[in-house]
């Protein structure tokens, strides 16, 4: 039997809130990079023992587990060694996603294949595999990183929409079905994040500097969203101090979803 990660005891809810996940396990997936990383370091900074799947998993001080998230067998091996190895499990962001671009028309049935069953298959995945080990838990919480896509008709991301809006859906059938179980199920709505994934649609872009400003300017905020932003609301969702809080979808957006500004105010 593998040696289980020591969990730190220290410390209350009564106490700072930069302890509230004291003595909890906390299980991301696409924690290599992005939100999820920045995810991973904040819940490990608020005192959570924090293990990361992703293909390319990163290190100390976290529990690097292997999968991909569209391989059933290896999701289930990797989320009982996450389990056994943190001595049980208390939270679970699923955060892995792969993005795209195109409108109805540009993606092959393949490629839409491909990102349902990464983005809305693989959150499944995980979450069926982690229900009996959350189910022990006395603070239970699954947080989805859905998007903006889900809920504002974006262009040139039709497929990817329809991945999150069924993300988003799927986080409210959840939260209805295991409420009664003591496990909450909420999801973030980022807007456009500063993540390697726009990164990437920036450097492929014919003008990268006015492709970044054109992404910045629709959000009411003017700039991008940061990932530790993202990673501060998953926090907050999936801390005991929201144990009222299921159901909910959260928008870190910089308005974009709520807010009709007058041109040039």
């Known amino acids: 039997m593998a040696e ?3 969990r730190s005891l220290k410390g209350s809810l009564a106490g700072s809130p930069m302890g509230e996940f004291d003595g909890l396990r906390a299980l991301v997936t696409g924690g290599g990079s992005g939100i999820g ?10 005192g959570a023992t924090v293990a990361c799947l992703d293909l390319k998993p990163p290190g100390d001080p976290f529990l690097a587990v292997t999968a991909d998230v569209t391989d059933e067998g290896r999701v289930r091996t990797a989320v ?11 939270v679970l962001v699923n955060n892995a996603g792969i993005g795209a671009a195109g409108t109805v028309e540009d993606n092959p049935d393949e490629e839409w294949r491909r990102v349902l069953d990464v ?20 603070h239970a919480a699954i947080v989805n990183t859905c998007s903006i896509a889900a809920t504002a ?4 991301r039709a497929l990817y929409s329809a991945s999150k809006g069924a993300v988003q859906s799927l986080t409210l059938a959840m939260a209805a079905d295991h409420v009664r179980e003591g496990i909450r199920v909420n ?28 992404l910045e300017g629709r959000q009411p905020m003017g700039r991008l969203v940061s990932a ?38």
């Open 37 to 46: 990383l920045a995810t991973a370091t904040l819940l490990a900074e608020r």
């Open 119 to 138: 983005n809305v298959l693989g959150t499944v995945r995980v979450t069926r595999a982690a229900l009996p080990y959350l189910r022990r838990s006395d």
């Open 153 to 156: 008709g974006l262009p040139q």
């Open 4 to 6: 289980p990660v020591r």
């Open 80 to 90: 009982a060694e996450a389990a056994e190895r943190l001595g049980g499990l208390d």
């Open 228 to 265: 530790e932003e993202v990673a501060a609301a998953i926090a907050y969702l999936a801390s005991p101090l929201a144990a009222s809080t299921t159901g909910t979808v959260l928008a870190v957006d910089g308005g974009m979803q709520g807010l009709r500004l007058r041109p040039g105010s």
């Open 187 to 214: 999801c973030v709505n980022p807007g456009t994040a500063d993540t390697p994934w726009v990164q990437r649609l920036l450097d492929a872009a014919a003008d990268p500097v006015a492709e970044r400003a054109a």
